[in-house]
């Protein structure tokens, strides 16, 4: 378990085990907002695009209805700062299994809200039915508490649900260990943490890829019932957390 103060050398299997789980449940939400309303819904930059894409249209509600919407994603993020990162910045164990409660509650709820009908038809623009912004919020907010847990837990060298920044720090590690010879003597250390971070990377990019092609196979058969694989693997978090902070909770080692 982290404690939000440890380097890259101390991150052990079972908390990269986490952190590819969790790319590999972005992966699958995102897909799922897709193909439920069009929309990606695991980061904010696509919204802010179709904010200035709909505003020069003249569309001024959809193009508000697209700032709004990941305004949830920042809300998340902030119930994950309360649930985390404070408690973190006090020295107090966080409470990692409210936040995966949290997700799998959201999660369970896309599913069984699709199926009577909250988030109107699978598959209808978002221009067509206004219903699929309550299904947009939903996994935003979702997709906020879980970036927001990873980034705090791994001072900010981790996200889960974007592969934008961690796609940088891949490139930028590669060419260090590409020029390892020449910063050998100087960057021993920096070397050795950057191998273990290149490999970490380039699975969580690799699992998040792999629930969006998941993903891509079961939405369109299974439509708002695909929701159901982040719910498990969510669910399997919750309960390896409140296994591991609550009926046998492990003191931190110094």
């Not at 020069?56 to 119930?79: D, E, K, Y």
């Not at 990019?205 to 079961?218: D, E, H, K, T």
Request: glycine residues 10%; hydrophobic residues 50%.
């Amino acid at each position: 378990m982290l404690y939000g103060n440890e380097s890259i050398s101390h991150y052990t299997r079972s908390n990269i085990t986490i952190w590819m789980l969790m790319a590999f449940q972005a992966g699958v939400l995102n897909m799922g907002g897709f193909m439920a309303c069009h929309r990606f819904v695991s980061h904010v930059t696509g919204f802010a695009t179709f904010f200035g894409y709909e505003y020069s249209l003249r569309n001024r509600a959809q193009a508000w209805g697209m700032l709004i919407v990941p305004l949830f994603f920042l809300f998340g993020a902030m119930v994950s700062g309360y649930l985390v990162d404070i408690r973190l910045k006090l020295h107090k164990k966080p409470k990692y299994y409210l936040a995966y409660a949290v997700i799998f509650i959201l999660t369970l709820l896309a599913t069984i809200g699709g199926w009577l009908g909250w988030f109107g038809e699978f598959g209808i623009p978002l221009e067509e039915d206004r219903l699929g912004y309550l299904l947009l919020i939903l996994l935003c907010f979702t997709c906020g508490i879980q970036n927001g847990t990873i980034t705090s837990v791994s001072r900010s060298v981790v996200r889960t649900t974007h592969l934008t920044g961690i796609t940088t720090d891949l490139g930028i590690g590669l060419v260090r260990l590409f020029n390892k010879n020449i910063l050998l003597k100087e960057h021993h250390e920096l070397l050795e943490n950057e191998q273990k971070a290149t490999f970490m990377r380039l699975g969580i990019i690799s699992m998040f890829v792999l629930g969006s092609v998941v993903g891509g196979f079961v939405f369109p058969v299974a439509q708002f019932w695909g929701f159901l694989i982040p719910a498990f693997t969510s669910g399997i978090l919750l309960v390896s957390m409140i296994y591991f902070q609550i009926i046998n909770p492990r003191k931190k080692h110094s």
